[in-house]
């Protein structure tokens, strides 16, 4: 396994971060145990969860992922060996605290508290903010509209004062942010610096060989700013491990049980792109998700890439790229696909 410093922390995490976002939903408990332990012992120490998960999100399935990792802690008692990252829900859903703003003293109290119970632990290591409060542009938006009468939303200052609050208490030991804008990012780094107060160290936005917009705007803040990507959904949803080529479901598939219209990644720029990758995998005798996964690995603005999978085979093909170091010829390859066919699935 390879590791990088979490931010500018002393914390090293290792480069493949394991997701666990279907546990509870499309894999058991005894399932998660397994993937778990077979990370431990492939080295990896990152593991990724929300409150909101499993995913898709439901209210009978809300909290079931920390649930597992949390019951995983007390039967292996091991919580010392892994840096746990977590995320409290922005808003929108209504069996979350209401639904409605979401980062006030009160509900960040609340989220954490309870997530501490699920996850049995008494603290988190990496607490983020799971997308924005304000009215802007994420989950695959590209069209930011202003609103000059948006609903109200915590200020970058006063939701760094409560976060600063609980980790001057042990529960949180640093901050991050996920599907953050470029605007946003360097909003709450000036205003830490400004106010003295904690700093975000990572960013988890979806990153990936058909989704490169990360780069744009965001990686420099990362590589100047010390705050690198948690990239998520490195195989976009799937598509990048090419079991959709050719406008195939599988049964069973994420594509099949939850996104058969998702318009994020179903169109035909995206089909295309992913043919072409795939001649790339093919022609140097490699998996398509491997060249996908080695790519994302592969970028120096990235801290960690969060990993899932449903299948143990999966987990190991995905961990083993790991292993995979992608000559110059290959991303010249790479790079040439995302110029003629740039981000079809931001």
Known sequence: MKYKALGDTDLKVSLICLGTMTWGEQNTQEEGFEQMDYAIEKEINFFDT????????????????????????????????????????????????????????????????DSLKRLKTDYIDLYQLHWPERNTNYFGDLNYKHKENERSWNSFESILKVLKKFIDQGKIRYIGVSNETPWGFSKFLQTAKEQNLPKIISVQNPYNLVNRTYEIGMSEISMREKSGLLAYSPLAVGYLTGKYRNKQVPKNSRLDLFYK??????????????????????????????????FVNSRDFVTS??????????????????????????????????????????
Not at 56 to 83: A, M, S
Not at 279 to 289: D, E, G, M, T, Y
Not at 325 to 342: A, G, Y
């Open 305 to 346: 890439n969060i990993i899932g999978a449903t299948t143990m085979n999966q987990l190991k093909e995905n961990i083993d790229s790991i292993n995979i170091s992608l000559n110059q010829k290959i991303v010249d390859e790479i790079n040439s696909v995302h110029e003629k066919n740039p981000n079809p699935a931001p």
């Open 50 to 113: 929300a409150e909101l998960y499993a995913i898709p999100p439901k209210e009978k399935t809300y909290g079931k992922t920390e649930e597992i990792i949390g019951n995983w802690f007390k039967e292996r008692k091991n919580r010392n060996k892994i840096i746990l990252g977590s995320k409290i829900a922005g808003p929108g859903l209504p069996w979350i605290r209401g639904g409605g703003s979401q980062y006030s003293e009160k509900s960040i109290e609340s989220a954490l508290h």
């Open 261 to 294: 219209n998702y318009p994020r990644y179903h169109n035909q720029r995206t089909y295309d792109a992913v043919d072409e990758y795939f001649k790339i995998a093919k022609k140097h005798k490699i998996s398509l998700a491997q060249l996908s996964l080695a």
